[in-house]
């Protein structure tokens, strides 16, 4: 008898930036406990999954060159991750990324993809996998991951994988610049211990306002309290950035941050049409590679044909 062969499944998940980002001590596992308030933008990736005689990883699109394809794959630790976890030894699947996150750029693409591939693999083996059980998996494989399954805007803590939603009524229209490299993550966090050594960088407040902003919906009110602890430390290691940050509030941005890690830069703006404007003026003043403008909060990893069944269901929102 001929096996019947699943068709390809794909899924589309977004990038994040970190509206409020507070980093805590270095703890004994070499990562820093977080409280960061997490917010999906429309910049996406789509990872495609077959079974395939040959498995593998190929990638396409933005900073395709710097993607390794082999076993230090985000999305490929993501194949081995929930095969092991189910029972599959030598999993037969190919998986395609087309990448539109910027590699190494702070806005958690790696991280997206794996989660990309937890999701497009329920679907393909056709696995009856809860929500926490797929989280679970996505946590060990990175700090970033559990969020990318989930999308919308969330507070996260611990190591930024323990997450709960946060409400979030409107749309925030975004301008993004994308730098000419990325930076490592470690990197940045480590400059940020060396800086706090040495001096006082600037310690972000609490989370509360940026919450109550969120759910008044009012894009001026956010943008005064748009914070990263990391900024400094990213500033440090890439001093241009500096630029790039003035550049985007001359354009008429609302404010700017630096998105996580960095180097891409996020800037908050008061609507669609003057999100347009700032890109078309900041993509003119040379300060980085690409513009692209984003909007958020949007979901997590979907599935973009019908096979919506075994989307994770989303955890409860708490006002
Ligand atoms: C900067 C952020 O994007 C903000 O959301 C994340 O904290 C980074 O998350 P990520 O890229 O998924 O990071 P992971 O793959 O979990 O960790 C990579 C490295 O970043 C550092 N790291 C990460 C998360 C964290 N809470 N503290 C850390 O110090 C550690 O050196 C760790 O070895
Ligand atoms: N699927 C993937 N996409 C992009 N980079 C990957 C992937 N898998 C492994 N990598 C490696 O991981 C490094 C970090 O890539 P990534 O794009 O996830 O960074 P990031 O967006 O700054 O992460 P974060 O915001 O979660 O800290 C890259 O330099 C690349 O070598």
């Known amino acids: 008898m001929l096996a019947v062969v699943p068709p390809p499944v794909t899924v589309r998940v977004p990038s994040k930036i970190n509206l409020h980002l ?25 990872v495609t999954v077959a079974v395939a005689e040959e498995p593998g ?35 037969k699947v190919r998986v395609v ?26 679907a393909l083996w056709k696995l009856d996998l809860g ?12 700090s970033d991951v559990p969020f990318a399954l989930y999308g919308g805007t969330a507070l996260g803590t611990g190591r930024g994988e323990q997450l709960v939603p946060v409400l979030s009524r409107h749309t925030f229209h975004w301008v993004l610049a994308f730098d ?41 009110q956010l943008a005064l309290l748009l914070g990263n602890d990391l900024q400094a430390a990213a500033v440090s290691l890439r001093p241009g950035l500096r630029r790039t940050l003035r550049a985007g509030v001359n354009a008429g941005a609302l404010a700017g941050t630096v998105s996580g890690s960095g180097p891409t830069c996020a ?10 404007a700032v890109a ?33 269901t989303p955890p409860q929102v708490h006002a």
């Not at 977080?34 to 789509?46: I, K, P, R, W, Y």
């Not at 702070?106 to 693999?121: P, Y």
């Not at 490592?184 to 800086?195: G, M």
């Open 97 to 122: 990324l087309r990448k539109g996150i910027p590699v190494a750029g702070g806005m958690a693409g790696g991280s997206a993809d794996a989660a990309g591939t937890l999701v497009a693999l329920t």
């Open 22 to 46: 507070s980093v805590g001590d270095l703890r004994e596992d070499g990562f820093h406990d977080l409280t960061t308030v997490f917010h999906a933008l429309s910049l996406t990736d789509e």
């Open 180 to 220: 000419q490299r990325g930076l490592s993550t470690p990197r940045v966090y480590e400059e940020l211990d060396r800086l706090r050594e040495i001096g006082d960088p600037p310690r972000v407040g609490s989370h509360a306002p940026v919450v109550e902003a969120l759910a008044s919906g009012d894009p001026r």
């Open 131 to 142: 929500r926490d059980e797929l989280a679970g998996i996505a946590a060990k494989l990175g």
């Open 280 to 312: 078309a003026e900041l993509a003119g003043a040379g300060v980085c590679r690409t513009v692209r403008v984003a909007h958020g909060p949007v979901p997590g990893a979907r599935l973009t044909g019908g096979e919506e069944l075994h989307r994770p």
């Open 57 to 91: 990883v190929e990638v396409y699109g933005e900073g395709e060159a710097s993607v390794p394809t082999g076993a230090n794959n985000l999305a490929w630790r993501a194949v081995q991750a929930l095969a092991a976890h189910v029972g599959k030894p030598d999993p």
């Open 267 to 276: 800037f908050l703006c008061a609507d669609a049409e003057s999100a347009l």
